[in-house]
């Protein structure tokens, strides 16, 4: 029962660096997504995506890209980094049906110092 | 733009009381609202989804209940327990374009002491 997977869990980075943070999902889901959670605040939608081959912008885009070459990866890269993009990043996923739960995964914790 | 909106933001209360958490939401456009669960450090897990159709969803000790045209739903726990001690969050699905994401509330904080 695998569900929705991100990797890695936790990650420092200098100011400047990049990185790509992991999300896949053996559920056949067509919607995934990437939030952003800061401490107090409610979790904020960074980018969505449809269905392979389509993304789009959420609330708070800016610093991040992503792609969806794949039903099951929907990888987040912050190019970059600045320590305003310190969070907890969590990626979701559902079934097209707007009805459906969605599914969340643990989390990755970066730092960007 | 939509706003959903959770008071209060913690709460204490000891084992065996029954409580409510409160959600309200701005624009009663939507296809559902779903309460979910955060424990410390870990992702968040769905525990009722009411479609815009419904009242009330019900599961085990939990009750939850929308009224849409008002803007707010309930969350009621029923003789509460140390291990229902997390954050929980409301959050409501924009009636729209294809995918559209869920928009979050701020959560509340409940401690149950033994």
Known sequence: ?113 | KQEVTQIPAALSVPEGENLVLNCSFTDSAIYNLQWFRQDPGKGLTSLLLIQSSQREQTSGRLNASLDKSSGRSTLYIAASQPGDSATYLCAVRPLGQAGTALIFGKGTTLSVSS
């Open chain 1, 1 to 113: 029962n695998a569900g929705v997977t991100q990797t890695p869990k936790f990650r420092i980075l200098k100011i400047g660096q990049s990185m790509t943070l992991q999300c896949t999902q053996d559920m056949n889901h067509n919607y995934m997504y990437w939030y952003r959670q800061d401490p107090g605040m409610g979790l904020k939608l960074i980018y969505y995506s449809v269905g392979a081959g389509i993304t789009d912008k959420g609330e708070v885009p800016n610093g991040y890209n992503v792609s969806r070459s794949t039903t099951e990866d929907f990888p987040l890269r912050l190019e970059l980094a600045a320590p305003s993009q310190t969070s907890v990043y969590f990626c979701a996923s559902s079934r097209q049906n707007p009805n459906e739960k969605l599914f969340f995964g643990s989390g990755t914790q970066l730092s960007v110092l």
